[in-house]
Nanobody
Framework: QVYLEESGGGLVQAGDSLRLSCAASGRPIRGVAMAWFRQAPGKEREYVIGIRWSGAYTWPADPVEGRFTISKDNAENTVYLQMNNLKPEDTAVYYC????????????????WGQGTQVTVSS
């Protein structure tokens, strides 16, 4: 079981940048695939971006490609989501997720979730 805690959310203006952190505990994330999801009001939770257990491969969803990046710091047992050129449509609660199965598609199969952190982008 991996325990996850997100931080770094807030209120920003369109075009700003923000970095979210996801601190993991319970086991090392070195061999764990991880991802960020988000859920906007009235919408289903959607995949944002994921990273392989090795950290060598990431896969962003189309709406965030070129703007968002994900990285792992195995020494700190933390995953980061760097969000640049934020848009009002990025407003959502952002969730960190971990998957003990290291292989397979990065947009599904996660078995540990954080509580979420709110990101609000004003126009």
């Amino acid at each position: 079981q991996v325990y996850l805690e997100e931080s770094g959310g807030g209120l920003v203006q369109a075009g700003d940048s923000l970095r979210l952190s996801c601190a993991a505990s319970g086991r090392p994330i070195r061999g764990v695939a991880m991802a960020w999801f988000r859920q906007a009001p009235g919408k289903e939770r959607e995949y944002v971006i994921g990273i392989r257990w090795s950290g060598a491969y990431t896969w962003p969803a189309d709406p965030v490609e070129g703007r968002f990046t994900i990285s792992k710091d195995n020494a700190e047992n933390t995953v980061y989501l760097q969000m640049n050129n934020l848009k009002p449509e990025d407003t959502a609660v952002y969730y960190c997720a971990a998957r003990t199965e290291p292989f397979g598609p990065l947009d599904r199969g996660y078995d540990s979730w954080g509580q979420g952190t709110q990101v609000t982008v004003s126009s």
